[in-house]
């Protein structure tokens, strides 16, 4: 198949430039260089407009759990189009999408969820999420609840509000940081252990939201958010005693516990959720990215019974509303991928088969590796911490400079892999096969083999 399309690269290069300030680059430099033009997807492959192939090893951006070229997916927003392309859930007004799509989302959630607040993204999740939560405070009586606390190095959304929760720094310079908004450290037990074991780390840093809670007041605190398991911040998990000491704070203090599920939720690490691999029970979970499998754009805020039922029983009006919130096509395709995630037994398979296998086999080829001084990861997500001194744990000082080239020998080998600062991070689409597995992992070890090269450690 000829898979050059009807203008040359160099055209569609230079009118991006002229047009389009890309995300997290330095659009001078890639104007420079020229930005990859991608034009076809199938199943876990991409092409680009001069017919290099590339293993997408990252799901797009976390998103296509089912791959790319689903006709099952194309029928359901076929046929929604031709049937309600659009209509709104203001006026009173609904539509059987989203009903249904709530209908199948709240059978596979736990139980003691019950509502959803439908967005077009992880970012607007994570807005919504806000007001929402201390509207709740509001309505149960205590509208002192203000302040949300988040973590440094954790990644909420590209939104004023979910900029400021997140605690990329880099993002709050550039005008990013409101009040009311307080951090604690990530459990980046790797980076920042210093003479502690991880389970000692682990309890010390769920221990900084109990002190963080008792300097501001507890009745102040609104919530605490934070991902299961870091994305943007690079794939980072903490150690399995941060989970249980965080959710007892929370319950002590009265403090809402928001789980950030844009990247782990859909079946990433083989559960449902990634909370529930974790062991914890959140109050809301912020949802995207795997719920339609990035085909349309759609998110939603979740909510506890208890959330809900306050809300609805003694709140009011609700003074929110987005013009897309259920759109009817986000909707309908959403409901087909979890149909298809569910009937094809496809987050087990990621549990019992494929998630092992990629864990399995990232082991075997990276353990001893002398730029690799950690892995991580379960299901199908997992990241390399590159080290300088494996024995010490010793980090690059130009960390960030050496997982990009790396990151970069990675498409010349075919495969995208994602660089976040000494972490090299992956995250296939669930539906991999065992050969797609082992192609991703011979690329990826030739990428990684080339840059330790570069630092004369082979």
Not at 10 to 33: P, T
Not at 79 to 100: D, I
Not at 160 to 188: N, R, T, V
Not at 393 to 421: H, K, L, M, P
Request: some cysteine; aromatic content about 10%; glycine content about 10%.
């Amino acid at each position: 198949m000829n898979m050059q399309s009807k203008r040359e690269t160099r055209d569609y290069q230079e009118l991006d430039a002229s047009h389009h300030i890309h995300a997290f680059l330095d659009q001078k430099a890639l104007n420079a260089e020229g930005v990859r033009v991608i034009v076809k997807g199938k199943g876990l492959y991409l092409w680009d407009n001069d017919g290099n192939r590339y293993l997408d090893g990252m799901s797009g951006l976390w998103c296509t759990n089912l791959g790319y070229g689903r006709e099952d997916l194309v029928a359901a927003a076929t046929q929604q189009m031709q049937q309600l392309p659009y209509y709104n859930m203001f006026f009173h007004t609904t539509h059987p999408a989203v009903v249904e799509l709530s209908e199948m989302l709240f059978s596979l959630l736990p139980k003691h969820y019950s509502h959803a607040i439908y967005t077009n993204s992880g970012s607007e999740a994570n807005e919504v999420l806000i007001r929402t939560v201390r509207r709740y405070w509001q309505v149960v009586g205590q509208p002192k609840k203000r302040i949300m606390i988040g973590r440094w190095n954790g990644y909420h959304g590209s939104t004023l509000a979910s900029a400021a929760m997140g605690g990329m720094k880099f993002m709050h310079e550039m005008g990013g940081m409101l009040p009311e908004i307080a951090h604690i450290d990530e459990p980046y037990w790797y980076a920042h252990h210093g003479n502690m074991t991880p389970d000692e780390f682990g309890r010390r840093c769920a221990l900084q939201l109990e002190e963080k809670i008792l300097e501001l007041g507890a009745e102040n605190i609104a919530g605490f958010i934070a991902e299961p398991f870091q994305g943007a911040g690079g794939m980072i998990f903490p150690p399995e005693s941060y989970w249980p000491e965080i959710q007892r704070i929370c319950r002590q203090y009265h403090v809402l516990l928001c789980a950030d599920e844009v990247i782990g939720g859909f079946g990433r690490t083989g559960e449902w959720f990634a909370h529930q691999h974790f062991g914890f029970e959140p109050d809301t979970l912020s949802i995207a990215k795997g719920l339609t499998s990035g085909y349309v754009p759609m998110g939603g805020l979740v909510l506890s019974k208890t959330m809900a039922e306050a809300l609805v029983e003694k709140g009011g009006v609700f003074a929110h509303g987005l013009t897309y919130s259920g759109h009817p096509v986000a909707a309908a395709v959403a409901l087909a991928n979890i149909k298809a995630l569910r009937d094809e037994a496809i987050v087990g398979r990621v549990k019992k088969d494929i998630g092992p296998y990629l864990q399995k086999g990232l082991r075997e080829v990276f353990t001893g590796h002398p730029l690799v001084g950690e892995i991580q990861g379960t299901g199908m997500v997992a990241a390399l911490q590159f080290a300088e001194n494996k024995a010490s744990r010793q980090r690059f000082a130009n960390e960030s400079d050496i997982t990009w080239r790396c990151r970069t020998y990675g498409f010349e080998e075919g495969v995208i892999i994602r660089s976040t600062a000494g972490r090299m991070i992956m995250a296939p689409a669930l539906v991999a096969s065992h050969g797609e597995i082992d192609e991703l992992l011979e690329k990826t070890k030739r990428a990684v083999d080339h840059t330790a090269r570069d630092l004369g450690l082979m």
